[in-house]
């Protein structure tokens, strides 16, 4: 391999486009694992509401329902398990591996949980908000999932489909608690205050969660999601939880608020099928693109390489600025080499360049949303470990502490992670 | 495969530790390459150097020298595309490898473009500054090189490191640069006022360059850089060389500047190499580390398996909170399994999951220096491609911009970048 030897810049040139195709296959996979996490945790859902049902009506509700709810988690978590599979045998060409893997091995930690805890349940051996707990554990640590995927995703529009699925499913999860949650307080009759104010934080984060979709999501999705308007009687029920005092619940509203809320989860699980849909659909088709480049890019290149002639002045002399080509333009034709050769390269490496320059740089742009993101659910995180805090009273502080400075949620984040060293150890 | 067995999510988490070992040993292999990236710079610098004296003695200076500095490139190149080789075959798991090919793709470019140079030079056929462009550009490709590796690398404290030496390499880039102009400016007679500039300009961004570095650096290369005296007689030439006008300059002032600069940019050379050694160190040091936690994570999770026994309720009922680990206790002896199983297993899933994600902490907070550096070296991209302006006048464009509006030059940039579509292709 020698420098002067044009073809060896061709090779590299080949190999970049080689492994930008490579790692849009490699998306088209991760891709059906968020798929895959998705029928997974709508399933999660469905067995924790209909868990809480039957918990919180001392067994009276949904007790032959329970078998089916976990027939169908048990069928979507072989299908999760077998794209896990494929993760596993992609390991040495996953971008951060080491970190997908460890998320991975929390997802499965915590579905391991669940066999045992249905046990419990039916046993009606375990109270209804660790059994709530440990199910929404579950589906938190598979959302993280999708979310390291989203995150090391290098192709800007699949990047972009990605955040919105992830934001749209954890919209979706938030709804979910708000109906599991509901679920529980009608069957044991009421709501409690602090149950009340749960109830707030979660239907004030979905809309954030469904904000960031919005923004991030394509024309027909977005048209799909703000269609979709929330049933008149759910938003009644609403309003009844969050106002109405214990003991003074409808008979039977907690089957009638299940329904609903099952009604409006099943619609957003649709929507979540049509991103899931749209976003393979854009991997197939940017895969394509890909191919049709590397072709076009091998036909580009072959005839610019000089017969093999045992000189090794290189192809420097015929190009690099136009001035310096006229000066080398009398060695031409002793060479053998078409004089175009340099210009040719020089263009096809600039346009390489140019491309994955502009590709990075819409990617960065993406990544500072995100990050924002990040840092405020790691400084989430800090308080709920330092603190005991649950997630909303977590939010609701740095919410507070944004208020009372008048600064960016993610300036209060920022500042908290940057102090995290002085928290110490919460063991 | 299944979820219940708990020696599925043993093996992804020892999946996730193997995948940081082996990213580890990659950077090594990265660390190898900038070393050889280092060497092959610091001698086309002197390369370009000594061809300046040439070119502008008219060939009075250093005709005999040119092969030889001839023969250092090409032993350093050489050393270079072995290395450069090694990449080749880590195509598939390396991070971001569509860029670093492309990148490499233009730094053999650059490369190729020199022995034909070369000619053009000893048959005086190539004004300087054209020559000394050409040298330039084949340098900068390589620095680009080295930053893509740098910002790829997931180990905060390599990264660290790797970000110490680029910088620190970029700051010698600009030394040879300052040696470079005034080797040729001496040997013409005088410095233009535009050339004043240029050397002005070369020795603050010099500064800035050296700044980052002491900000990145470990203590003893630090210690090392600020013990490093600048020259009096050279401060001198300096001196001169911004105020006395042309034809007004000492005898051979061009041989005393350049062996002046060279002691200097050499004694750079030095700290250089003890950077780069350092770095490997560190590396060596970080994949042993690594080597002996993948064996400590094994010993840890062989003998807390199960004996095999078709039971497929999972390690569930043992563990999980501890109050669920005491409500399925009395099912313990009846199941074979050590009861520490899910308790130790949780500890070190959490453990791996909180040591990445506060390496990942870390990094964020680097790369968000690293980011600003970016933005601004690409919106001074910007204004070099649409403005046809130099990498010093792109730079005082954005500072005097930032100046003027009182506001951090990373802001200009930004929201230079943020309007680059405005601004249209340059063809």
Redesign the interface.
Known sequence: ??????S??????M??????L??LRGLLQSGELVGRISQLVHMLQRERGTTNLFLCSGGRLCADELSLREQDVTQA?AQF?AQ??VL?QR????????????????V??S???????R??IRQH??PQP?AM??FSEAIRHLLTLVFEVSDTA?EPVIARALIAMFSFMQGKELAGQERALGAAAFAAGGFSPTEQQTLLDLIERQERCFDTFVSFADDDNRAAWQALVTDREFERLRRLACTRLPGNMPPDGSLHWFALATTRIDAMKQIEDNLEQALMRLCRERIAAAEQACLDQQADVSGLLPTPDGD??????????P??AE??AGWLDSDGVRPQLGRS??SL??Q??RR??SL??EL?EMRATL?ER??ID?AKGLLMQHRGLSEEEAYNTLRRMAMNQNKKLVEIAAAM?AV?DVLGDPD
């Open positions: 391999m020698t420098v002067a030897d044009p060896t810049t061709i090779r590299f040139l190999a970049s486009r080689q492994c930008e490579n790692s978590q398990m896990v599979g596993e390991a040495a060409s996953l971008p951060q591996a080491s970190r997908l893997f460890s998320r991975t091995a929390s499965l930690y579905l391991g949980l669940l066999p045992g805890l046990q419990q051996n375990l660790d707990a440990a290098a090794d002045h290189g192809y420097s002399v015929f190009i690099a600025a001035d310096m000066a080398g390269l020089l490496v600039q390489q360049a994955l320059q990075d740089n960065a990050s990040k840092q790691r992670l995290a």
